[in-house]
């Protein structure tokens, strides 16, 4: 098949969501399958190309002005029509038998221009961009609470705890909000099929989007190739010999970074707590973990093949998150190690951690402490989990296994578009 991928971010300077189009990209073209990747590169102009692991990448710029909501005025309305023409002039030209969006800026250009050519669209939903104007359904990244709905009411809280006194200017924009969600939502209705990242996300999508409910929705996880993370995290000496916890991620308060230093302190924590990730919260997890006492040292961002180093040679990983969590790609590559995790029990979370058998789960705070001692002070249990975690991360989510998933989707759409054709 020949297949076009339309998505935000790919390798290598990206976040998850590249890595895991990355992932499936090279799973699809080991099938044999044709692959064209097109990403929209707001604050650039012009087309340009470049290459990664034998993928040509198609860059698409727009502009981008760095001025809170005009910014995102650009980057939907303004990106979604210029990038929707220039997917219909590829599609038309090309006739690629399937489009694959990965992300909330290509998915609805992706669609519409799809659908005016008759060929296959496919989603995949990896956060809560369809039923959250921020993508996180919390109402403030600060305080572990999601909002129950994306209403008026819920936009004026949700300004409240993220611009502070300037929010009843910004409550202005919320007609605009509202307009921008919905739309998403009735684009991504009209996909042929959209893809989950985990069961919480489609039952979110479900419950919270009623446009959704006669749409096509799979529960996909994003592929790993497994033997080469394996490989990659083993293929240097480890970083330290002692053990240690370990933390990788931003430190933002939606991860539950703030929490680190606390935690680590009601766990009585003798072994170091390394982070590696960095964030606004660094100073202040830095203080407070010097005011606590706590042996806790931050790496600041490293290359993903030194941060696999540090996680295949932890005894175990902290995952404060407040969530929702779509799906962790640290907790699967931690999983895949070996590596047990003391998670909070957030969003898809227990898609990739079963409570006692492949991990740790709590619901607050003092839950966490209390798992973190455990893992801490009990080395046959974290042996334990371990082992079982890898084993479910090669059931679940082997890039082959989840690659195979989604070739037979499109063999079903394709199929399908050609029986409808005259």
């Not at 001025?67 to 990038?83: D, G, H, I, Q, S």
Request: glycine share 6%; charged share 25%.
């Amino acid at each position: 098949m020949r297949i076009l991928i339309a998505t935000d971010s790919f390798p290598p300077n990206c976040g998850g969501s590249g890595w895991s189009t990355w992932e499936l990209a090279r799973g699809l073209r080991a099938r044999g399958h044709a692959i064209v990747v097109i990403q929209p590169r707001p604050g650039t102009s012009g087309i340009r190309s470049r290459e990664y692991d034998g993928f040509t990448i198609e860059e698409f710029g727009a502009a981008a002005p760095p001025v809170p909501f005009v910014r995102n005025y650009f980057k939907n309305e303004r990106l979604f029509a210029a990038l929707e023409a220039h997917l219909l002039e590829r599609l038309t030209r090309d006739r690629p038998d399937v489009v694959h969006a990965q992300h909330v800026l290509t998915a609805s250009p992706a669609i519409a221009a799809a659908r005016k050519t008759d060929v296959p669209v496919v989603v995949t939903v990896r956060d809560y961009w369809p039923v959250c104007y921020w993508a996180t359904l919390l109402v403030d990244p600060a305080i572990d609470a999601l909002c129950p709905e994306c209403s008026a009411a819920g936009m004026r809280r949700c300004l409240q705890g993220r611009v502070g006194p300037a929010w009843p200017v910004a409550a202005t924009m919320i007609p605009y909000m509202q307009r921008n969600l919905a739309r998403k939502r009735t684009s991504l209705a009209s996909a042929n099929a959209v893809i989950a990242v985990s069961a919480q996300i489609g039952r979110d999508l479900r419950a919270r989007a009623p446009e959704l409910r006669e749409t096509r929705l799979e529960i996909v996880p994003n592929p790993f190739d497994l033997a080469s993370l394996a490989q990659t995290a083993l293929s240097a000496p480890p970083p330290r010999t002692d053990p240690y916890a370990l933390y990788v991620g931003k430190l933002e308060a939606n991860k539950g970074a703030d929490l680190l230093p606390r935690t680590a302190h009601a766990a009585g924590l003798r072994m170091p707590l390394i982070v590696v990730g960095d964030g606004s919260l660094r100073p202040s997890i830095e203080h407070d973990s010097r005011e606590l006492g706590v042996d806790l040292q931050v790496t600041g961002w490293l290359s993903r093949d030194a941060a696999l180093g540090w996680m295949a040679s932890a005894a175990f990983v902290v995952f404060p998150s407040r969530g929702p969590e779509s799906l962790s790609r640290v907790l699967v590559e931690a999983s895949a190690l070996g590596v047990p995790a003391a998670a909070m029990d957030t969003g898809g979370t227990r898609d990739i951690i079963e409570p006692d058998r492949t991990g740790l789960l709590s619901t607050d705070p003092a839950g966490l402490a209390r798992d973190v001692r455990r893992l801490a002070e009990d080395q046959p249990l974290r042996q334990h989990l371990g082992a079982a975690a890898a084993s479910h991360a090669r059931d679940r989510f082997d890039g082959p296994r989840v690659v195979a998933r989604i070739e037979s989707i499109y063999d079903e759409l394709v199929t399908a578009s050609h029986r409808s054709r005259p």
